[in-house]
Each structure stands twice: as C-alpha cells, then as structure tokens.
C-alpha cells in the first residue's frame, strides 16, 4: 500500500450533526457524519488540465475497461459500434503515464489490448495504439462477469500504483456462470479495485449491475440509448482520473458497553456499510469507503450506548479517517470528529431530530420503498405496490428529490404528491421502470 505525502493528499475534514440529547432511558444516538477531501485532484476535470503531478511523475493509477462482447451486442449492430466509440472516448480522456488495459468480454474473459499480461502505459502512441485495437471487440459468446472481473484484477493488481478502477459495460444477463462464482468472484475482488458498473439497453439484470457497484464500491446506472455511451464513459474516467487517495477507511472507536448499530453511507447515495466492517484493535473497526478526489459525502452513524442518568454525557462514538498498509499499520489522515451522548430531562431538548439526520433517515426510506413497490409491481402486488411509491412520491416531494420524483412519475400517475396518493400506469416503458430502480439509490444533499 502506497504511502502518501502532504504534496498530493486531499485535506481531508469531518463535521459530525446530530441532537445529543437522549431522553432518561434513551440508548440510541443518531449523528451524520460528513467528509469532505479538498485539494486534491480535480474530479472531472478535462484531460491536460492542471494537476498535483511533479514534472515527470506518472498518475498513481491504473484502469481497466471491462466491455460486453456476447453475441446480443450485435443486436442492433450499433450497439457493438457505441461500445467501440465510448472505449475509444474512455481511452481519450486518459492522462499520461496512467496504466491500462481493454478487456472483451464473452463466457471467457480476453485481453484486447495491450496482451500478454501486461498493462498498458498511457501516451499518444499507445492511445492510439489501444483505438486501433478496438476493431478487435466483436459480438459472439456469452457472458460470465466473473471472469471478467478477475482478469481485470489480475491485470490491474501487476501495476505499483495505489489507485486501482474499472469499469464494466454489460448489455444482458449473467447467464454462463453460476451466482455463486459472480460472488466469489466479487469477494476477491472487493478492496482490490473500485469499479463502475453501466446496463446498456434494457436486457440486463438490475441488481446483478448495481450488486457489482456496490460490492466494489463504484457507481451503477443505466444507459438506455447505446448512443449515449460515449458521454458517460467519458464522464467516469474524467471522474476516475481525479481520485487521489486509495482506500480510504471511516474508523469508528467506541468505548466500553457501546455498540454500533449500523453505519451507511447516505450521500451521494445510499450504501450499507455495516456489514463491511473489519476489526482495528479494541473497540474499533473499519468501513471502507474506496477512492477519493475533491468531494465530499455523508455518512449515517448509529450508536446504542448504556443507560445513564439525567445530566450524565458520554463521548459515544470518536469518527476518524485513515489508510490501511500493507504491514498491518494505518496512515491517519488527520480528520476527527466525535459523537455524543447527554442525558435530559428536557423533552423538548431530547425529542428534537436534527435536520441532517431526519432528512437522511427519509433519503434511506426513500430507496428503499422505491425497490420495495418495484418488487411488489413485478410480482402483481397492484395494491401493495401502489402503496410503496404512493410512500415514495411523498418523501421525494418532501427532501425535494426532484430527480427521483421526474423518474417516479413515468411509473405512477401522481394524484396527490404531499399525500402520496399515486395510481400505476397501466404500461410502463421497460427502460422508464429500470431507470428508477438503478437510480433509486440517489439522494440530494440536506439544504443547508
């Protein structure tokens, strides 16, 4: 694991929100925890733009481009060619001296570019050397994601960079390898690299696409029109090349008889992160939260603390960042913050909910009754569906989620947004329907 130094180290902050006020028998605390990296690299930013790089040093990255080469990508044969030209604009937006490679993906995973094991380094020549290599992507085979995410792991594991990312293209089904090798293979892959996932068309599996993101800690979304590719994979790699710092950790220490109920990211999106804990000494554990530029992100943290008298406080959680080495130590990052807990009996005091923590609490419901009333809807549940995004619409009307809200309205008609009074379209455009569903996951910021 590399070391960093303070010349090319976002500064990193975290602000805890929360009321600390617990009722006489109250045992949980609620807090969100934002992080923000400034600084740094520039997420987004076009190629050839100013960044923290030495004359002479090569990026601390390496990117694999993981693209569906099974026979349905030929149908329409446009597909095929909006993949080639997003790959090729993927390979554009590369900084020099960024390691890569190409991978075609079929029921077996292949090298197109540049073979034999290796990685590519990234320049004019081997830029363009890469594009030619693109007429090698054609459609025929299967599909077996798995192996492609190994290859790309092996590939991207041969380079001595810290920031390690892929993205993956897929336009249907997992169908030439058992669920249970896609999770192995994601298992072994998780903590490696990060990597966004990205449904072209509308014959892929939802969960299979934002499961891959999820397990390793990227970005899932749909692009239903093929000629659409090229700006987003674009927009991904401008992304990819703005992450300065790897494998960055949200330390939680608590102290005696205090347990961590859950903690889930909340912003941008919603991801759980509970059950990624790994153990960091007494009373501490590890979440992993992937790669970071100049951004910033919220976190949900829950804490059951003992029993405690009126006028007694507590420290009941202490937040901090850091990098885990290779050699068992860490590299702090020099951000904390702490949560905590005081006893009242003051009702007004204790039931007061904190704006970040009310509003985030409805961001989490939010997805979740979104992929609830989907679910329900796929298997004829009119009643309960309807139910469930009625729900939906009423909390994305309340956080002001006017995207989530403009998705939800292809699939209901909405009578009463405040209420939640909803009725279901009697049809539904498929790519409207899986739209939300990968989507659902997407939050607002609190106004501040």
Known sequence: MANFSKSNVPQFSVDVYQNEYLPENGREVNAIVT?????????????????????????DAAVAIMVDCSGSMDYPPTKMRNARDATAAA?????????????????????????????????????????????????????????????????????????????????????????????????????RFTCDARGVG??????????????????ADIVADPAALSADFTHMM????????????????????????FVKQVAPTVAELTG????????????????????????????????AGVGQEMLAARVSLVIPQGDGSVQNLGAQGLVRAVWTDDMVASTRINSQVAHYTGQAELAQ?????????????????????????QLANVSGNADTAKLLAKVVDVVDAAAGTVRLKAKVEEADEMTLETRSTKTVRVKK
């Open 35 to 59: 992080v923000s990296a400034t600084g740094g690299g520039t997420v987004g930013s076009a190629v050839g733009a100013p960044h923290l790089y030495t004359a002479g040093q090569s990026p």
């Open 91 to 191: 390979i554009d937006t590369l900084r020099d001296g960024v390691h890569f490679a190409v991978i075609g993906g079929t029921h077996v995973a292949k090298e197109v570019y540049p073979g034999s094991g290796r990685l590519a380094v990234a320049s004019a020549a081997t830029r363009e050397q890469a594009r030619q290599s693109l007429r090698r992507l054609t459609a025929g085979g299967g599909t077996a994601i798995g192996t492609w995410l190994r290859l790309a792991d092996r590939l991207l594991s041969s380079a001595e960079v810290s920031i390690r990312h892929g993205i993956l293209l897929t336009d249907g089904r997992n169908e030439h390898e058992a669920p249970e090798d896609l999770k192995a293979a994601l298992d072994s892959c998780a903590g």
């Open 202 to 219: 509308t014959d892929w599996e939802v969960k299979e696409v934002t499961g891959i993101a999820s397990a390793l800690l990227g970005t």
């Open 238 to 261: 401008e992304t990819a090349m703005g992450k300065e710092v790897a494998d960055v950790s949200l330390r939680l220490w608590t102290p005696v008889g205090t347990a961590i109920k």
């Open 276 to 307: 990624r804990r790994t153990e960091a000494g007494p009373r501490a554990g590890d979440y992993p939260t992937g790669s970071w530029g100049d951004e910033s992100r919220d976190y949900h943290v829950c804490v059951e603390v003992p029993l």
């Open 369 to 393: 009754v979104i992929q609830q009333g989907l679910d329900l809807r796929k298997s004829g549940d009119v009643d309960g569906a309807t139910a469930k995004l009625g729900r939906a619409v």
